[in-house]
Nanobody, 125 residues
Framework: QVQLVESGGGMVQPGDSLKLSCVAS????????MGWFRQAPGKKREFVGA????????YYADAVKGRFSISRDNAENTVSLQMNSLRTEDTAIYYC??????????????????WGPGTQVIVGQ
C-alpha cells in the first residue's frame, strides 16, 4: 500500500483559489489511479475527482467541474487539486486516495485502497 499525506488546506474567501497537494510514500505510486474526496460537516464523504495512473484522464463531480483540476507528478510522488472560484459550499475536509484497481473514475470508494488523513478547507465570508 501507499501512504498518503495531504497539505495546503486553509481558510479563504469566496472566489479565491487554493491548491492542495498529496504526497505519497511507498512503492510504485505511478501505478495507482488517484482520487480526491471531501466531507463537509454533517454530510457523507463525496467524490471530487480522479486522475488515472499516467495523468492522461481526469474525472470530476458535477459540483466542481470547470472550477477544480487534478494533476500529478509521478517523479515527485505527488497529486494536486487546484481549486478555483471557491464557494462556501466547498468547505470540507479534503482527502486524497489511491486506487490499484476497480472503477475509481466513478468515485466508488470501494475502489480505493489507501487514504490520507485529510486537510481542512474553509471558505468563509
Amino acid at each position: 500500500q501507499v501512504q498518503l499525506v495531504e497539505s495546503g488546506g486553509g481558510m479563504v474567501q469566496p472566489g479565491d483559489s487554493l491548491k492542495l497537494s498529496c504526497v505519497a510514500s511507498g512503492w510504485m505510486f505511478g501505478r495507482y489511479n488517484m482520487g480526491w474526496f471531501r466531507q463537509a460537516p454533517g454530510k457523507k464523504r463525496e467524490f471530487v475527482g480522479a486522475i488515472n495512473w499516467i495523468g492522461r484522464n481526469e474525472y470530476y463531480a458535477d459540483a466542481v467541474k470547470g472550477r477544480f483540476s487534478i494533476s500529478r507528478d509521478n517523479a515527485e510522488n505527488t497529486v494536486s487539486l487546484q481549486m478555483n472560484s471557491l464557494r462556501t459550499e466547498d468547505t470540507a475536509i479534503y482527502y486524497c486516495a489511491a486506487s490499484s484497481e476497480g472503477e475509481y473514475y466513478t468515485g466508488d470508494e470501494r475502489a480505493f485502497d489507501s487514504w490520507g488523513p485529510g486537510t481542512q478547507v474553509i471558505v468563509g465570508q
